[in-house]
Nanobody, 119 residues
Framework: QVQLVESGGGLVQAGGSLRLSCAAS????????MGWFRQAPGKEREFVAA????????YYADSVKGRFTISGDNAKNTAYLQMNSLKPEDTAVYYC????????????WGQGTQVTVSS
């Protein structure tokens, strides 16, 4: 069984920064990519960023480009999301996820960490 655990969320003022971490526990695995998603109250979960280990390619939602940076270590099954210049609209529960094969979507999800940005 694999568990993903996010940490690093909290309350921050607009313009501030937070760094989210995602760590995997349980059986070892090798993933194709890891990603971050978020869900704001009353809204559907949306894609934020992803890193594909081959070539270390990164992908971002337009709403966070230039402000957020995803990084990680495939060998350690960890991922990070550095969030700068935070805005109130970034307020959401942030989830990390791991995609093992790159074919059928994300296989494992964390429980989420709350990020609240005050104006």
């Amino acid at each position: 069984q694999v568990q993903l655990v996010e940490s690093g969320g909290g309350l921050v003022q607009a313009g501030g920064s937070l760094r989210l971490s995602c760590a995997a526990s349980g059986r070892t695995f090798s993933s194709y990519r890891m990603g971050w998603f978020r869900q704001a109250p009353g809204k559907e979960r949306e894609f934020v960023a992803a890193i594909r280990w081959i070539g270390s390619s990164t992908y971002y939602a337009d709403s966070v480009k230039g402000r957020f940076t995803i990084s990680g270590d495939n060998a350690k099954n960890t991922a990070y999301l550095q969030m700068n210049s935070l805005k109130p609209e970034d307020t959401a529960v942030y989830y990390c996820a791991a995609d093992l094969q790159g074919t059928f979507g994300y296989d494992y999800w964390g429980q989420g960490t709350q990020v609240t940005v005050s104006s």
